[in-house]
T-cell receptor, first 113, second 115 residues
């Protein structure tokens, strides 16, 4: 079945890099996403990657996809205190814009000054 | 990017009442999705709403409890019926962009507290 797993907590120092990891079970996923949720707020789409790509970089964010191991990671360079939030990994199953998004449990990133 | 607006942003409701949440997208989209996020939890898909047809519900969610309307390509509503404290959650609406590039955006969510 479809399942997405994340570690629950990560603590880093300001200025360091953060790496948040995610694994998924079903290799038929089409897109994989990273969302950020700050306290009391909705979900902000940070980045996403199509399943036939290995890597995507967008400013401080780098997404790596290892399809063989069904492993997705989000690297945040030069982590700032404003990056403190919950980060959700999600996998899309299905075609086009009719797919179903399965979310991980979320990783709480704590950035210490 | 798509802009998705939800109303109300939050509400406190009495047990046994029903509340309708509205979701407005700033562009026409084919599918709209409703999710629930219970306190401290991840998101769970409730149903998929397609314009002109009945919504498709996920396992564990039924139309009598969560009726959905989708009258046009930019608007949808989710009603939480006969509420109990267990329905206290954030309810989020989402949609893909028209360009269908894979970007899936979410509204800010509607935080319901049922007393």
């Amino acid at each position: 079945g479809e399942d997405v797993e994340q570690s629950l907590f990560l603590s880093v120092r300001e200025g360091d890099s953060s790496v948040i990891n995610c694994t998924y079970t079903d290799s038929s996923s089409t897109y994989l996403y990273w969302y950020k949720q700050e306290p009391g707020a909705g979900l902000q789409l940070l980045t996403y990657i199509f399943s036939n790509m290995d890597m995507k970089q967008d400013q401080r964010l780098t997404v790596l996809l290892n399809k063989k191991d069904k492993h997705l990671s989000l690297r945040i360079a030069d982590t700032q205190t404003g990056d403190s939030a919950i980060y959700f990994c999600a996998a899309l199953y299905g075609s086009g814009n009719t797919g179903k998004l399965i979310f991980g449990q979320g990783t709480t990133l704590q950035v210490k000054p | 990017s798509a802009v998705i607006s939800q109303k109300p942003s939050r509400d406190i409701c009495q047990r046994g009442t029903s509340l309708t949440i509205q979701c407005q997208v700033d562009s026409q989209v084919t599918m709209m999705f409703w999710y629930r996020q219970q306190p401290g939890q991840s998101l769970t898909l409730i149903a998929t709403a397609n314009q002109g047809s009945e919504a498709t519900y996920e396992s564990g969610f039924v139309i009598d409890k969560f009726p959905i309307s989708r009258p046009n390509l930019t608007f949808s509503t989710l009603t939480v019926s006969n509420m109990s404290p267990e329905d206290s959650s954030i309810y989020l609406c989402s949609a893909f962009t028209v360009a269908n590039t894979g970007e899936l955006f979410f509204g800010e969510g509607s935080r319901l507290t049922v007393l």
